[in-house]
Protein backbone atom coordinates (compact mmCIF):
# COMPACT_ATOMS: atom_id res chain seq x y z
CA UNK A 1 0.00 0.00 0.00
CA UNK A 2 1.39 3.48 -0.38
CA UNK A 3 0.02 6.51 1.75
CA UNK A 4 -0.33 3.84 4.78
CA UNK A 5 2.63 2.17 5.95
CA UNK A 6 0.01 -0.93 6.64
CA UNK A 7 1.67 -1.47 10.02
CA UNK A 8 -0.45 -1.46 13.74
CA UNK A 9 2.13 -1.85 16.78
CA UNK A 10 0.35 -3.69 19.31
CA UNK A 11 2.18 -3.13 22.94
CA UNK A 12 1.22 -5.20 26.14
CA UNK A 13 2.63 -2.85 28.55
CA UNK A 14 1.57 -5.54 31.69
CA UNK A 15 4.54 -7.99 29.75
CA UNK A 16 6.38 -5.61 28.68
CA UNK A 17 5.88 -6.87 24.97
CA UNK A 18 5.10 -5.17 21.54
CA UNK A 19 4.46 -7.27 17.82
CA UNK A 20 4.61 -5.25 14.64
CA UNK A 21 1.63 -6.16 12.46
CA UNK A 22 0.63 -5.94 9.02
CA UNK A 23 -3.08 -5.09 9.06
CA UNK A 24 -5.56 -5.94 6.13
CA UNK A 25 -6.31 -3.67 3.40
CA UNK A 26 -10.48 -3.16 4.29
CA UNK A 27 -9.48 -1.14 7.21
CA UNK A 28 -7.32 1.38 4.97
CA UNK A 29 -10.00 1.76 2.68
CA UNK A 30 -13.20 1.29 4.54
CA UNK A 31 -12.03 3.62 7.27
CA UNK A 32 -8.77 5.28 6.46
CA UNK A 33 -7.06 6.25 9.33
CA UNK A 34 -7.30 8.66 12.56
CA UNK A 35 -10.45 8.28 13.83
CA UNK A 36 -11.86 5.44 11.50
CA UNK A 37 -9.00 3.36 12.57
CA UNK A 38 -9.20 4.54 16.36
CA UNK A 39 -13.08 3.19 16.73
CA UNK A 40 -12.65 0.25 14.46
CA UNK A 41 -9.78 -0.87 16.36
CA UNK A 42 -11.52 -0.35 19.92
CA UNK A 43 -14.83 -2.02 18.28
CA UNK A 44 -12.75 -5.49 17.77
CA UNK A 45 -10.63 -5.80 20.28
CA UNK A 46 -12.35 -4.04 23.72
CA UNK A 47 -14.66 -5.77 25.62
CA UNK A 48 -17.81 -4.60 26.19
CA UNK A 49 -18.33 -3.40 29.94
CA UNK A 50 -14.19 -2.80 29.97
CA UNK A 51 -13.86 -0.33 33.23
CA UNK A 52 -12.17 2.71 31.59
CA UNK A 53 -8.92 3.05 33.94
CA UNK A 54 -8.93 -1.27 34.21
CA UNK A 55 -5.57 -2.05 32.72
CA UNK A 56 -7.85 -3.92 30.20
CA UNK A 57 -8.98 -0.91 28.49
CA UNK A 58 -6.74 0.23 25.16
CA UNK A 59 -5.55 3.20 24.34
CA UNK A 60 -5.02 4.20 20.42
CA UNK A 61 -3.00 6.88 18.92
CA UNK A 62 -4.04 6.31 14.71
CA UNK A 63 -2.57 8.41 12.22
CA UNK A 64 -4.29 9.08 8.87
CA UNK A 65 -2.43 8.13 5.27
CA UNK A 66 -1.46 12.00 4.97
CA UNK A 67 0.00 12.49 7.95
CA UNK A 68 3.84 12.99 8.89
CA UNK A 69 3.76 13.88 4.87
CA UNK A 70 5.08 17.67 3.54
CA UNK A 71 1.64 18.58 3.16
CA UNK A 72 -0.55 21.32 5.17
CA UNK A 73 -1.39 20.86 8.66
CA UNK A 74 -0.14 16.68 8.58
CA UNK A 75 1.31 16.89 11.76
CA UNK A 76 -1.88 15.48 13.59
CA UNK A 77 -2.65 12.39 15.85
CA UNK A 78 -5.49 10.95 17.04
CA UNK A 79 -5.51 9.31 20.79
CA UNK A 80 -8.82 7.83 21.77
CA UNK A 81 -9.84 5.16 24.08
CA UNK A 82 -12.99 4.52 26.06
CA UNK A 83 -13.85 7.58 28.06
CA UNK A 84 -13.17 7.83 32.15
CA UNK A 85 -15.62 10.55 31.90
CA UNK A 86 -18.40 9.71 29.50
CA UNK A 87 -17.88 5.42 29.75
CA UNK A 88 -18.27 6.13 25.80
CA UNK A 89 -16.10 6.78 22.88
CA UNK A 90 -13.76 9.02 23.78
CA UNK A 91 -10.81 10.79 21.09
CA UNK A 92 -9.32 13.80 20.50
CA UNK A 93 -6.30 15.44 17.83
CA UNK A 94 -2.90 16.76 18.82
CA UNK A 95 -0.60 18.24 16.83
CA UNK A 96 3.14 16.92 17.41
CA UNK A 97 5.76 15.96 15.75
CA UNK A 98 5.42 12.44 17.21
CA UNK A 99 2.51 11.87 14.72
CA UNK A 100 5.45 12.23 11.92
CA UNK A 101 8.14 10.16 13.95
CA UNK A 102 5.59 7.43 14.72
CA UNK A 103 4.48 7.42 11.02
CA UNK A 104 8.45 7.51 9.90
CA UNK A 105 9.23 4.62 12.90
CA UNK A 106 6.67 2.59 10.30
CA UNK A 107 3.21 2.88 12.55
CA UNK A 108 -0.08 4.17 11.03
CA UNK A 109 -1.63 3.34 14.58
CA UNK A 110 -0.46 2.06 18.33
CA UNK A 111 -2.32 -0.34 20.27
CA UNK A 112 -1.74 -0.16 23.93
CA UNK A 113 -2.89 -2.97 26.38
CA UNK A 114 -2.04 -3.55 30.36
CA UNK A 115 -0.78 -1.85 33.02
CA UNK A 116 3.12 -1.35 33.02
CA UNK A 117 4.45 -2.90 36.20
CA UNK A 118 6.59 0.06 37.04
CA UNK A 119 6.08 3.86 36.37
CA UNK A 120 7.17 3.97 32.70
CA UNK A 121 7.87 5.77 29.10
CA UNK A 122 7.38 3.51 25.95
CA UNK A 123 10.02 4.36 23.70
CA UNK A 124 9.79 3.74 19.79
CA UNK A 125 12.85 3.94 18.07
CA UNK A 126 12.12 2.57 14.55
CA UNK A 127 11.46 -1.15 15.09
CA UNK A 128 13.35 -0.97 18.47
CA UNK A 129 10.23 -0.82 21.53
CA UNK A 130 11.18 -0.57 24.52
CA UNK A 131 9.77 -0.09 27.87
CA UNK A 132 11.97 1.93 29.94
CA UNK A 133 11.01 2.59 34.29
CA UNK A 134 11.27 6.71 34.92
CA UNK A 135 9.81 6.51 38.57
CA UNK A 136 12.21 10.02 37.97
CA UNK A 137 9.69 11.19 35.13
CA UNK A 138 6.97 10.65 37.72
CA UNK A 139 5.36 13.96 39.27
CA UNK A 140 6.80 16.32 36.39
CA UNK A 141 4.79 18.60 34.34
CA UNK A 142 4.46 18.13 30.70
CA UNK A 143 7.15 20.67 29.43
CA UNK A 144 9.49 19.48 32.09
CA UNK A 145 9.20 15.99 31.08
CA UNK A 146 9.59 16.39 27.38
CA UNK A 147 12.81 18.42 28.19
CA UNK A 148 14.04 15.84 30.56
CA UNK A 149 13.24 12.93 28.09
CA UNK A 150 15.12 15.43 25.00
CA UNK A 151 17.94 15.39 27.45
CA UNK A 152 18.08 11.93 27.64
CA UNK A 153 17.25 10.78 24.47
CA UNK A 154 17.91 13.35 22.02
CA UNK A 155 16.51 16.24 20.60
CA UNK A 156 15.09 14.58 17.20
CA UNK A 157 13.31 12.50 19.64
CA UNK A 158 9.38 13.59 19.20
CA UNK A 159 7.45 13.43 22.92
CA UNK A 160 3.67 12.97 23.72
CA UNK A 161 3.07 12.97 27.56
CA UNK A 162 0.80 13.19 30.47
CA UNK A 163 1.36 15.61 33.46
CA UNK A 164 0.25 15.14 37.10
CA UNK A 165 -3.45 15.42 36.18
CA UNK A 166 -3.19 11.90 34.16
CA UNK A 167 -0.72 10.46 36.89
CA UNK A 168 -3.74 11.29 39.21
CA UNK A 169 -6.28 10.19 37.17
CA UNK A 170 -8.14 13.36 36.44
CA UNK A 171 -11.25 12.33 34.46
CA UNK A 172 -10.24 14.85 32.22
CA UNK A 173 -6.88 14.99 32.34
CA UNK A 174 -5.44 15.28 28.70
CA UNK A 175 -2.13 14.26 26.63
CA UNK A 176 0.49 17.25 25.86
CA UNK A 177 2.98 17.80 23.26
CA UNK A 178 5.38 20.60 22.28
CA UNK A 179 4.85 22.29 25.46
CA UNK A 180 1.06 23.48 24.74
CA UNK A 181 -0.54 21.19 21.69
CA UNK A 182 -2.88 19.27 23.83
CA UNK A 183 -5.35 16.80 23.16
CA UNK A 184 -7.60 13.73 23.90
CA UNK A 185 -10.35 16.10 26.64
CA UNK A 186 -12.43 12.98 27.64
CA UNK A 187 -9.53 11.49 29.95
CA UNK A 188 -7.21 10.18 27.58
CA UNK A 189 -4.55 11.26 29.59
CA UNK A 190 -6.27 9.51 32.87
CA UNK A 191 -6.29 6.48 30.47
CA UNK A 192 -2.15 6.70 30.21
CA UNK A 193 -1.71 7.44 33.67
CA UNK A 194 -3.77 4.41 34.69
CA UNK A 195 -1.33 2.44 32.70
CA UNK A 196 1.87 3.39 34.40
CA UNK A 197 2.51 5.53 31.53
CA UNK A 198 4.24 8.71 31.68
CA UNK A 199 4.98 9.52 28.66
CA UNK A 200 5.35 7.79 24.44
CA UNK A 201 9.00 8.81 22.55
CA UNK A 202 8.92 8.60 18.86
CA UNK A 203 12.17 8.62 16.59
CA UNK A 204 11.59 6.77 12.92
CA UNK A 205 13.74 7.02 10.08
CA UNK A 206 11.86 5.74 7.16
CA UNK A 207 10.60 7.25 5.00
CA UNK A 208 6.85 7.06 4.08
CA UNK A 209 5.93 5.28 1.42
CA UNK A 210 3.53 7.59 -1.25
CA UNK A 211 1.90 6.67 -4.55
CA UNK A 212 3.15 9.27 -6.72
CA UNK A 213 5.60 11.65 -5.17
CA UNK A 214 5.58 14.14 -8.02
CA UNK A 215 1.82 14.46 -7.76
CA UNK A 216 1.86 15.04 -4.07
CA UNK A 217 5.01 17.63 -4.25
CA UNK A 218 2.71 19.42 -6.21
CA UNK A 219 -0.58 19.61 -5.18
CA UNK A 220 1.66 20.08 -1.70
CA UNK A 221 3.28 23.20 -2.64
CA UNK A 222 0.16 24.65 -4.48
CA UNK A 223 -2.21 24.30 -1.26
CA UNK A 224 0.89 25.83 1.06
CA UNK A 225 1.08 29.08 -1.56
CA UNK A 226 -3.03 29.05 -1.69
CA UNK A 227 -2.72 29.37 2.11
CA UNK A 228 -0.34 32.48 2.17
CA UNK A 229 -2.46 34.33 -0.36
CA UNK A 230 -5.77 34.00 1.32
CA UNK A 231 -7.37 37.51 2.34
CA UNK A 232 -7.88 36.36 5.85
CA UNK A 233 -3.89 34.98 6.31
CA UNK A 234 -2.24 37.99 7.70
CA UNK A 235 -5.02 38.37 10.60
CA UNK A 236 -4.97 34.95 11.31
CA UNK A 237 -1.21 34.46 11.64
CA UNK A 238 -1.86 38.12 14.29
CA UNK A 239 -4.75 36.19 16.14
CA UNK A 240 -5.39 32.97 15.54
CA UNK A 241 -8.61 31.48 17.11
CA UNK A 242 -8.12 34.41 19.52
CA UNK A 243 -10.35 36.88 17.47
CA UNK A 244 -13.27 34.02 17.97
CA UNK A 245 -13.62 36.26 21.61
CA UNK A 246 -14.79 39.25 20.25
CA UNK A 247 -17.11 37.59 17.26
CA UNK A 248 -18.86 35.69 20.07
CA UNK A 249 -19.34 38.73 22.14
CA UNK A 250 -21.20 40.37 19.18
CA UNK A 251 -23.10 37.75 18.23
CA UNK A 252 -23.86 36.61 21.98
CA UNK A 253 -22.61 33.50 22.28
CA UNK A 254 -19.44 34.08 24.67
CA UNK A 255 -20.34 31.50 27.61
CA UNK A 256 -20.54 33.80 31.11
CA UNK A 257 -20.78 32.64 34.41
CA UNK A 258 -21.13 28.93 33.87
CA UNK A 259 -23.19 29.41 30.07
CA UNK A 260 -25.95 31.17 32.35
CA UNK A 261 -25.12 34.25 29.62
CA UNK A 262 -23.75 35.13 25.98
CA UNK A 263 -22.10 37.65 26.63
CA UNK A 264 -19.26 39.08 29.21
CA UNK A 265 -18.73 43.18 30.09
CA UNK A 266 -15.07 42.71 30.32
CA UNK A 267 -15.03 40.80 26.87
CA UNK A 268 -12.57 43.57 25.39
CA UNK A 269 -9.79 42.65 27.85
CA UNK A 270 -9.68 38.73 26.84
CA UNK A 271 -9.99 39.44 23.50
CA UNK A 272 -7.65 39.11 20.14
CA UNK A 273 -6.53 42.75 20.20
CA UNK A 274 -5.65 42.57 24.22
CA UNK A 275 -3.50 39.01 23.59
CA UNK A 276 -1.92 40.98 20.37
CA UNK A 277 -0.61 43.39 22.86
CA UNK A 278 1.19 40.81 25.53
CA UNK A 279 1.90 38.56 22.53
CA UNK A 280 5.50 37.55 22.43
CA UNK A 281 5.54 34.69 19.78
CA UNK A 282 4.19 31.84 17.70
CA UNK A 283 3.74 28.43 18.10
CA UNK A 284 2.34 25.48 15.71
CA UNK A 285 2.03 21.91 14.36
CA UNK A 286 4.42 20.06 11.98
CA UNK A 287 4.16 21.28 8.34
CA UNK A 288 2.01 24.14 9.05
CA UNK A 289 2.29 27.69 7.80
CA UNK A 290 -0.49 28.51 9.12
CA UNK A 291 0.77 28.78 12.75
CA UNK A 292 -2.35 29.97 15.02
CA UNK A 293 -0.44 29.62 18.88
CA UNK A 294 -0.40 32.57 20.60
CA UNK A 295 2.52 32.73 22.81
CA UNK A 296 1.66 35.38 25.69
CA UNK A 297 3.39 35.99 28.91
CA UNK A 298 1.57 35.65 31.63
CA UNK A 299 0.89 37.26 34.93
CA UNK A 300 3.74 35.39 36.23
CA UNK A 301 6.00 36.12 33.54
CA UNK A 302 6.21 32.76 32.05
CA UNK A 303 5.01 31.58 28.66
CA UNK A 304 1.88 30.12 27.88
CA UNK A 305 0.17 29.45 24.89
CA UNK A 306 -3.20 30.79 23.89
CA UNK A 307 -6.55 29.86 22.21
CA UNK A 308 -10.15 30.80 21.92
CA UNK A 309 -11.66 27.71 24.01
CA UNK A 310 -9.02 28.05 26.69
CA UNK A 311 -9.44 31.85 27.20
CA UNK A 312 -13.63 31.67 27.05
CA UNK A 313 -13.50 29.12 29.32
CA UNK A 314 -10.83 30.12 31.54
CA UNK A 315 -11.84 33.89 31.32
CA UNK A 316 -15.27 34.33 30.57
CA UNK A 317 -16.81 31.86 31.60
CA UNK A 318 -15.72 32.14 34.85
CA UNK A 319 -15.78 36.18 34.95
CA UNK A 320 -12.18 36.63 35.27
CA UNK A 321 -11.49 39.73 32.58
CA UNK A 322 -7.84 39.79 33.45
CA UNK A 323 -6.41 37.85 29.97
CA UNK A 324 -2.98 37.73 32.09
CA UNK A 325 -4.23 35.87 34.59
CA UNK A 326 -6.26 33.52 32.42
CA UNK A 327 -2.73 33.06 30.51
CA UNK A 328 -1.42 31.85 34.04
CA UNK A 329 -4.50 29.35 34.70
CA UNK A 330 -4.18 27.81 30.83
CA UNK A 331 -0.41 27.62 31.53
CA UNK A 332 -1.29 26.07 34.44
CA UNK A 333 -3.77 23.84 32.76
CA UNK A 334 -0.85 22.55 30.08
CA UNK A 335 1.80 22.06 32.36
CA UNK A 336 -0.87 19.72 34.22
CA UNK A 337 -1.64 17.81 31.33
CA UNK A 338 -6.13 19.29 31.98
CA UNK A 339 -8.12 19.76 30.06
CA UNK A 340 -8.28 24.14 29.53
CA UNK A 341 -12.32 23.35 28.29
CA UNK A 342 -13.54 21.05 30.82
CA UNK A 343 -11.01 22.65 33.89
CA UNK A 344 -13.04 26.25 33.03
CA UNK A 345 -16.53 24.12 33.25
CA UNK A 346 -15.86 22.78 36.59
CA UNK A 347 -14.32 25.94 38.03
CA UNK A 348 -17.85 27.60 36.53
CA UNK A 349 -19.77 24.90 38.64
CA UNK A 350 -17.86 25.15 41.61
CA UNK A 351 -18.30 28.87 41.50
CA UNK A 352 -22.03 28.41 40.86
CA UNK A 353 -22.44 26.02 43.62
CA UNK A 354 -20.65 27.91 46.06
CA UNK A 355 -23.02 31.03 45.12
CA UNK A 356 -26.04 28.65 45.83
CA UNK A 357 -24.85 27.73 48.94
CA UNK A 358 -24.13 24.12 48.08
CA UNK A 359 -20.51 24.26 48.92
CA UNK A 360 -19.18 24.62 52.41
CA UNK A 361 -15.99 27.11 50.46
CA UNK A 362 -16.61 30.26 49.49
CA UNK A 363 -15.69 30.65 46.12
CA UNK A 364 -15.80 34.03 43.91
CA UNK A 365 -16.79 34.55 40.86
CA UNK A 366 -13.93 36.35 38.80
CA UNK A 367 -10.96 35.59 41.56
CA UNK A 368 -8.13 34.42 40.28
CA UNK A 369 -6.38 33.27 43.36
CA UNK A 370 -9.42 30.94 44.22
CA UNK A 371 -9.90 29.12 40.22
CA UNK A 372 -5.59 29.05 40.85
CA UNK A 373 -6.44 27.07 44.03
CA UNK A 374 -8.99 24.79 42.72
CA UNK A 375 -6.71 24.17 39.58
CA UNK A 376 -3.79 22.98 41.84
CA UNK A 377 -6.58 20.52 43.63
CA UNK A 378 -8.42 19.25 41.08
CA UNK A 379 -4.58 18.16 39.50
CA UNK A 380 -4.06 16.64 42.93
CA UNK A 381 -7.36 15.59 44.19
CA UNK A 382 -7.73 18.04 47.22
CA UNK A 383 -10.51 18.89 49.07
CA UNK A 384 -13.26 19.96 47.33
CA UNK A 385 -10.66 19.19 43.49
CA UNK A 386 -11.19 15.53 44.35
CA UNK A 387 -14.67 16.36 43.44
CA UNK A 388 -14.34 18.37 40.78
CA UNK A 389 -11.57 16.30 38.91
CA UNK A 390 -14.55 13.80 38.38
CA UNK A 391 -16.27 15.60 36.17
CA UNK A 392 -19.39 18.01 36.34
CA UNK A 393 -21.99 15.23 35.60
CA UNK A 394 -20.34 13.26 38.88
CA UNK A 395 -20.05 16.91 40.83
CA UNK A 396 -23.41 17.62 40.27
CA UNK A 397 -24.83 13.80 41.14
CA UNK A 398 -22.85 14.12 44.05
CA UNK A 399 -23.76 17.98 45.31
CA UNK A 400 -27.51 17.38 44.34
CA UNK A 401 -29.61 20.74 45.65
CA UNK A 402 -30.97 20.66 41.58
CA UNK A 403 -27.82 21.51 40.33
CA UNK A 404 -27.78 19.06 37.73
CA UNK A 405 -30.04 21.55 35.52
CA UNK A 406 -27.32 23.60 35.36
CA UNK A 407 -24.26 21.42 35.11
CA UNK A 408 -22.90 22.19 31.54
CA UNK A 409 -22.59 18.64 30.31
CA UNK A 410 -24.14 16.64 27.06
CA UNK A 411 -23.33 12.48 27.55
CA UNK A 412 -20.73 13.35 30.89
CA UNK A 413 -18.30 15.57 28.33
CA UNK A 414 -17.93 19.47 29.87
CA UNK A 415 -19.64 22.11 27.20
CA UNK A 416 -17.18 24.06 25.25
CA UNK A 417 -16.79 27.31 24.38
CA UNK A 418 -20.10 28.21 22.87
CA UNK A 419 -23.51 29.51 24.66
CA UNK A 420 -26.52 28.11 23.03
CA UNK A 421 -29.24 29.90 24.40
CA UNK A 422 -30.00 31.50 21.16
CA UNK A 423 -28.13 29.43 18.83
CA UNK A 424 -30.30 25.84 18.25
CA UNK A 425 -28.00 24.31 15.34
CA UNK A 426 -24.91 24.42 17.79
CA UNK A 427 -26.92 23.08 20.49
CA UNK A 428 -27.83 20.17 18.40
CA UNK A 429 -23.74 20.07 17.51
CA UNK A 430 -22.82 19.28 21.03
CA UNK A 431 -26.46 17.00 21.65
CA UNK A 432 -24.89 14.98 18.72
CA UNK A 433 -21.20 15.12 18.85
CA UNK A 434 -20.00 11.45 18.97
CA UNK A 435 -17.54 12.48 21.79
CA UNK A 436 -20.00 14.38 23.95
CA UNK A 437 -19.85 18.00 23.89
CA UNK A 438 -17.66 19.37 21.65
CA UNK A 439 -17.52 21.70 18.89
CA UNK A 440 -15.04 19.97 17.02
CA UNK A 441 -17.32 17.67 15.01
CA UNK A 442 -20.27 20.97 13.69
CA UNK A 443 -18.68 24.11 14.51
CA UNK A 444 -22.17 25.34 12.78
CA UNK A 445 -22.56 28.26 14.80
CA UNK A 446 -20.63 30.74 12.59
CA UNK A 447 -23.23 30.03 9.83
CA UNK A 448 -26.48 29.61 12.18
CA UNK A 449 -25.57 33.51 13.72
CA UNK A 450 -26.08 34.87 9.71
CA UNK A 451 -28.67 32.61 8.84
CA UNK A 452 -32.41 32.27 10.58
CA UNK A 453 -30.11 31.71 13.63
CA UNK A 454 -33.97 31.27 16.31
CA UNK A 455 -35.07 28.42 13.94
CA UNK A 456 -35.19 24.56 14.50
CA UNK A 457 -35.26 24.08 10.82
CA UNK A 458 -34.44 20.98 8.63
CA UNK A 459 -32.16 23.26 6.44
CA UNK A 460 -30.12 23.44 9.77
CA UNK A 461 -29.89 19.12 10.65
CA UNK A 462 -28.98 18.81 6.61
CA UNK A 463 -25.98 21.79 7.58
CA UNK A 464 -24.95 19.48 10.70
CA UNK A 465 -24.74 16.26 8.85
CA UNK A 466 -22.58 18.11 6.19
CA UNK A 467 -20.27 19.83 8.75
CA UNK A 468 -20.09 16.81 10.75
CA UNK A 469 -19.02 14.84 7.51
CA UNK A 470 -16.22 16.85 6.98
CA UNK A 471 -15.20 18.25 10.22
CA UNK A 472 -15.79 15.31 12.41
CA UNK A 473 -15.50 12.79 9.20
CA UNK A 474 -12.73 13.69 6.55
CA UNK A 475 -10.72 15.85 8.57
CA UNK A 476 -10.38 13.28 11.21
CA UNK A 477 -9.52 10.52 9.53
CA UNK A 478 -7.46 11.96 7.26
CA UNK A 479 -6.04 13.27 10.51
CA UNK A 480 -5.52 16.71 9.25
CA UNK A 481 -5.99 19.91 11.10
CA UNK A 482 -9.73 21.30 9.71
CA UNK A 483 -8.56 24.98 10.19
CA UNK A 484 -6.97 26.09 6.71
CA UNK A 485 -10.52 24.92 5.23
CA UNK A 486 -12.47 26.77 8.36
CA UNK A 487 -10.67 29.51 8.93
CA UNK A 488 -9.01 30.72 5.51
CA UNK A 489 -11.02 29.38 3.06
CA UNK A 490 -8.70 26.71 1.25
CA UNK A 491 -10.71 24.61 -0.91
CA UNK A 492 -11.82 21.18 0.30
CA UNK A 493 -11.31 19.81 -3.27
CA UNK A 494 -7.98 19.60 -2.51
CA UNK A 495 -8.08 17.03 0.40
CA UNK A 496 -8.95 14.14 -2.51
CA UNK A 497 -6.30 15.20 -4.58
CA UNK A 498 -3.73 15.32 -1.85
CA UNK A 499 -5.25 11.64 -0.77
CA UNK A 500 -5.20 10.49 -4.43
CA UNK A 501 -1.08 11.44 -4.61
CA UNK A 502 -0.30 9.98 -1.52
CA UNK A 503 -2.14 6.62 -2.18
CA UNK A 504 -3.51 6.32 -5.53
CA UNK A 505 -6.95 6.10 -4.42
CA UNK A 506 -9.58 8.12 -6.10
CA UNK A 507 -12.42 8.97 -3.85
CA UNK A 508 -15.06 11.39 -4.42
CA UNK A 509 -16.82 13.49 -1.80
CA UNK A 510 -19.60 10.59 -2.01
CA UNK A 511 -16.87 7.69 -1.15
CA UNK A 512 -15.37 10.03 1.75
CA UNK A 513 -18.99 11.33 3.01
CA UNK A 514 -19.93 7.50 3.22
CA UNK A 515 -16.52 6.50 5.19
CA UNK A 516 -17.74 9.44 7.73
CA UNK A 517 -21.12 7.98 8.19
CA UNK A 518 -19.14 4.80 8.44
CA UNK A 519 -17.19 5.85 11.01
CA UNK A 520 -20.04 7.62 13.19
CA UNK A 521 -22.74 5.00 12.76
CA UNK A 522 -19.88 2.85 14.55
CA UNK A 523 -19.27 5.09 17.06
CA UNK A 524 -22.60 5.63 18.02
CA UNK A 525 -22.87 1.37 17.85
CA UNK A 526 -20.12 1.87 20.63
CA UNK A 527 -21.65 3.92 22.66
CA UNK A 528 -24.73 1.84 23.04
CA UNK A 529 -22.81 -0.98 23.14
CA UNK A 530 -20.77 0.13 26.12
CA UNK A 531 -24.41 1.69 27.67
CA UNK A 532 -26.52 -0.95 26.77
CA UNK A 533 -28.90 0.54 24.96
CA UNK A 534 -29.73 4.23 24.66
CA UNK A 535 -31.61 7.17 25.86
CA UNK A 536 -32.88 10.30 23.80
CA UNK A 537 -32.07 12.62 26.72
CA UNK A 538 -28.22 11.76 26.19
CA UNK A 539 -28.84 13.86 22.89
CA UNK A 540 -30.14 16.69 24.75
CA UNK A 541 -28.04 19.82 26.48
CA UNK A 542 -28.94 20.52 29.84
CA UNK A 543 -31.88 21.92 31.34
CA UNK A 544 -30.30 25.78 31.64
CA UNK A 545 -30.45 27.07 27.96
CA UNK A 546 -33.87 25.78 28.13
CA UNK A 547 -35.23 26.96 31.33
CA UNK A 548 -33.20 30.00 32.40
CA UNK A 549 -33.55 33.25 29.87
CA UNK A 550 -30.26 35.45 29.27
CA UNK A 551 -30.40 38.60 30.98
CA UNK A 552 -28.10 40.40 29.19
CA UNK A 553 -26.97 41.77 25.82
CA UNK A 554 -28.52 41.73 22.54
CA UNK A 555 -30.33 38.34 22.65
CA UNK A 556 -31.62 38.59 26.58
CA UNK A 557 -34.57 36.61 27.18
CA UNK A 558 -33.65 33.62 24.70
CA UNK A 559 -34.52 30.59 25.60
CA UNK A 560 -33.92 27.44 23.40
CA UNK A 561 -37.61 25.60 22.72
CA UNK A 562 -37.53 21.83 23.54
CA UNK A 563 -39.98 20.73 21.49
CA UNK A 564 -38.19 22.19 18.46
CA UNK A 565 -35.14 21.08 19.31
CA UNK A 566 -36.83 17.78 19.74
CA UNK A 567 -38.51 18.02 16.22
CA UNK A 568 -34.41 18.68 14.79
CA UNK A 569 -33.33 15.37 17.16
CA UNK A 570 -35.61 13.22 15.17
CA UNK A 571 -34.56 14.80 12.02
CA UNK A 572 -31.47 14.42 12.60
CA UNK A 573 -31.72 10.49 13.46
CA UNK A 574 -33.90 9.82 10.69
CA UNK A 575 -31.17 11.70 8.24
CA UNK A 576 -28.61 9.55 9.36
CA UNK A 577 -30.88 6.26 9.53
CA UNK A 578 -30.89 5.82 13.10
CA UNK A 579 -33.97 5.00 14.64
CA UNK A 580 -36.15 7.19 16.77
CA UNK A 581 -34.19 6.00 19.75
CA UNK A 582 -31.08 7.09 18.58
CA UNK A 583 -29.84 3.76 17.23
CA UNK A 584 -28.71 2.91 14.02
CA UNK A 585 -31.19 0.82 12.21
CA UNK A 586 -29.72 -2.80 11.34
CA UNK A 587 -30.52 -1.33 7.37
CA UNK A 588 -28.02 1.26 7.38
CA UNK A 589 -25.24 -0.92 9.17
CA UNK A 590 -25.64 -3.17 7.00
CA UNK A 591 -25.56 -0.52 3.90
CA UNK A 592 -22.48 1.07 5.48
CA UNK A 593 -20.82 -2.60 4.97
CA UNK A 594 -20.98 -2.66 8.88
CA UNK A 595 -23.02 -6.31 9.01
CA UNK A 596 -21.39 -8.10 11.25
CA UNK A 597 -21.02 -4.89 13.75
CA UNK A 598 -25.29 -4.81 13.27
CA UNK A 599 -25.25 -8.38 14.39
CA UNK A 600 -23.25 -7.59 17.75
CA UNK A 601 -25.29 -4.52 18.19
CA UNK A 602 -28.21 -6.50 18.04
CA UNK A 603 -27.39 -8.62 21.31
CA UNK A 604 -27.58 -5.12 23.27
CA UNK A 605 -30.55 -3.40 22.17
CA UNK A 606 -33.94 -4.14 21.84
CA UNK A 607 -34.61 -5.10 18.05
CA UNK A 608 -37.85 -4.32 17.50
CA UNK A 609 -36.79 -0.90 18.61
CA UNK A 610 -34.04 -0.25 16.80
CA UNK A 611 -35.23 -1.33 13.37
CA UNK A 612 -38.63 -1.39 13.54
S1 LIG B 1 -3.69 25.85 12.04
FE1 LIG B 1 -3.01 25.84 14.19
S2 LIG B 1 -3.89 23.93 15.07
FE2 LIG B 1 -3.95 23.76 12.81
S3 LIG B 1 -2.08 22.69 12.26
FE3 LIG B 1 -1.66 24.91 12.11
S4 LIG B 1 -0.81 25.46 14.13
FE4 LIG B 1 -1.81 23.45 14.35
Redesign the pocket.
Known sequence: MSGWTGTILYVDLGKGKSIADRYPRELAYGFIGGRGFAVKLLWDLLKPGTSPLSPENLLILAAGPLTGLPVP?S??LVIASKSPLTGGYGDGSI?THAAVQMRRAGYDAIVLKGRAENRSILVVDDDRVELVDAEDYWGLSTSEVERRVKEDYGGDVAVVSIGPAGENLVKYANVVSQGG?AGGRPGMGAVMGSKNLKALVFRGSSEIPVADKQALKREASEAYRRITELPNYGFWRRQ?TMATVEWSQENSVLPCMNFREGVFEEAEAIGGFAMEKIKVGQ???P???????NLVEDSTGSVSELDYENVAMLGANIALGDLEKVATLNRMADELGLDAISLGNAIGFAFEASERHLLDEKLEWGSFEDAKTLVEDIAYRRGLGALLAEGVRYASLKLGGGSKRWAMYVKGLEISGYDCHSAPGMALAYGTSPIGAHHKDAWIISWEVKTDRRSYSGEKVDKLIELQRIRGGLFEFLTL????WV?LGLELERYPRLLHAATGLRLGFDKLFEVADRIYCLIRAFWVREYGGWSIELDYPPDRWFEEPTRKGPCRGSTLDREGYGSMLQLYYARRGWSPQGIPRRSTMERLGLTSEAEELSRYVNIPLWDS
Open positions: SGKGRGRGCYCNATCGCRLPE
